[in-house]
């Protein structure tokens, strides 16, 4: 009941339910935010203000617009940068499809010492990108390396591998598959474990070849796997940049120089930070248009 004083009605205040708490989720968004912005959302629009100005370290500063775009559209040492960035992305993910979903499809099958060799199978994982570019190097010499050496047990002639502008970048991919094959492989195996038996009970019943099994039902229920292995691979291989300037520093001349690669020149060797910026703008494009021709097959691989 209210209280009447002098005439005066004073209510009561009213009591918030048991079950009210304030809001407490900004001392949660907030430092994410702070963090996001610090990290990802600075960075990104800085690096998009310096690609409108011509700035060398050490140098002014002057805006130039478009002009550093403009110029890298005709600059011929980029666009070949994109050409040998897609030929060795194209490659690198190509082969280690294929020999990872063939290894899978070997070491899924029962057979003596088979824990023991998929072990060393994927051990080449193990090892950094730089120690395996190192060895590499040395394999490769052309008169001390021993891959000459093994070609010459076979018969076949001695390769300048990526001392030759034709070679330089099948040489690198080499390196690659030796490298990647077993992730490939890895994933594969998850997806084989996971199938059922009863297509292929049945398929044995209708007298179906192993090649038919594979082909029609192998392949279609582990194709959404080789999707996310084709995804993951391809974003490894457009970044890579450990293993081809280690083994060959885009060389020779510009034969394997990579947009990673010429980016890197481009920022810490010629100090040019304004189309270094523009570069990273542009291969950011890149990567933002293939990663949507990514995510729609993506979206078409699944089982049906």
Do not use: C
């Not at 099958?109 to 998929?118: H, Q, Y």
């Amino acid at each position: 009941m209210a209280a009447q004083t002098d005439g005066i009605v004073n209510a009561e205040p009213a009591k918030r339910p048991p079950s009210y708490r304030p809001p407490r989720y900004l001392s949660f968004i907030v430092p994410g935010l702070i963090a996001t912005l610090a990290v990802i959302v600075f960075p990104w629009l800085f690096t998009v203000w310096m690609s409108f100005h011509e700035w060398k370290i050490g140098g002014s500063r002057h805006w130039v617009g478009v002009q550093n775009y403009v110029t890298l559209a005709g600059n011929q040492r980029f666009l070949e940068a994109i050409i040998h960035t897609f030929y060795f992305t194209a490659l690198a993910v190509i082969l280690p499809l294929v020999l990872g979903t063939f290894a899978a499809v070997v070491f899924h099958r029962n057979f003596p010492l088979r824990g023991v060799l998929r072990t060393v199978f994927i051990m080449p994982m193990m090892a950094t990108p730089v120690a395996i570019a190192l060895v590499w190097t040395m394999m490769f010499h052309p008169q001390l390396g021993v891959l000459n050496y093994l070609l010459s047990l076979v018969g076949l002639p001695p390769s300048e591998w990526v001392f030759a502008k034709h070679t330089v970048i099948p040489s690198l991919v080499l390196v690659e598959i030796w490298h990647w094959t077993p992730f490939v492989m890895i994933i594969v195996l998850g997806g084989l474990a996971a199938l059922p038996s009863e297509p292929y009970e049945s398929a044995l019943i209708d007298g179906a070849t192993p090649w038919q099994m594979f082909r029609h039902i192998t392949f279609p229920l582990v194709l959404p796997f080789l999707v996310v292995a084709g995804i993951i691979r391809t974003i490894d291989a457009l970044k890579a940049f450990e293993t081809i300037y280690v083994i060959s520093n885009g060389g020779p001349g510009t034969a394997s120089e990579t947009i990673n690669i010429y980016l890197y020149l481009q920022a810490f060797a010629y100090y040019n930070v304004g189309d270094a910026s523009a570069v990273v703008v542009v291969f950011f494009g890149i990567i933002v248009a293939l990663s949507l021709v990514l995510l729609y097959v993506r979206q078409r691989a699944k089982w049906t």
